[in-house]
């Protein structure tokens, strides 16, 4: 039976997750953590936790007989690169902190399985941006690019010389109606939602030719489940799986809304955002994901609009 820990739980894939594991693995076995006094999202159990204390997170891992964790707690792009020192700390120190804990617990003779996202944020501008390959150039200009490198080259390292089952996805970006937008250069595909279903004119912070990849909240949990229940000796890349789901630029996402609202409009004004995304990746090949544990996108752009339409809460997006 396994036992069950995200920290991060009331971050956008968190909050996902926690349902998603709950009903494979039952509510009573999944925990949910993070930094705040509210259970957001309504686990079963939740707990408040800073996953930079060391000795907390041990403690409640140790107490409640935890077999995986997924360590989602991080700043984001956009976010990080107001505050760089902070996202590093909270960035690197988590990650470090659960390897640790995993080293140690394994070295005891009690396994922990790890899940720790990475990102497209993680290439760079000298990357092949059409297929990004597996194995490529890697030169992030973001602090939160910088610390995913940092994060799958430590991820690597903990496998190679300790053992741990540490196990990641280089996530494109993600595209949900149950969270709003949370400070991502990809958010953007979020936002358009919820000034479209307001009857707003969508004011992009990215221009209209940005191409980046994209993936869908219900196949980007699919993925994270499938890689965590996926036999070791399938699980080859220890550092992070490339994983795609479509990829579409802001004007393309705007006509494939007007289909189903013909008088939505969008305006472009692009920000400090707009270099990060120039140095991101047009599309991903995740042929290793797909080889090693059978992974496959199962979601299109437009059934992915026909669902955020159906299904964008307009009360949380006055607040978007």
Known sequence: MERILIIGANGQIGSELVTALAQQHGAANVIAADIGTDNVYGAARYVRVDVLDKDAVARLIADDDITQVYQLAALLSATGEKAPLKAWTLNMDGLLNILEIARERGEAGKPLKVFWP???????????????????????????????????????????????????????????????????????????????????????????????????????????????????????????????GVSFNPRELAAAIQKKLPAFRIAYQPDSRQQIADSWPKSLDDSRAAADWGWKARVKVDEMVEDMLANVDVGMSKAA
């Open 118 to 244: 990475s990102s497209i944020a993680a290439f760079g501008p000298n990357t092949p941006s059409v297929s990004t390959p597996q194995y490529t150039i890697m030169d992030p200009t973001s602090i939160y690019g910088i610390s995913k490198l940092a994060g799958e080259r430590l991820c690597e390292y903990y496998h190679a010389k300790y053992g741990v089952d540490v196990r990641s996805i280089r996530y494109p970006g993600i595209i949900s109606y149950k969270s709003p937008p949370g400070g991502g250069t990809t958010d953007y595909a979020i936002a358009i939602f919820h000034a479209a279903l307001r009857g707003e004119t969508y004011e992009c912070f990215l221009g209209p030719e940005t191409t980046l990849p994209m993936i869908y909240m219900p196949d980007a949990i699919r993925a994270t489940i499938e890689l965590m229940d996926a036999p070791a000796e399938q699980v080859v890349i220890r550092s992070s799986y490339n994983v795609a």
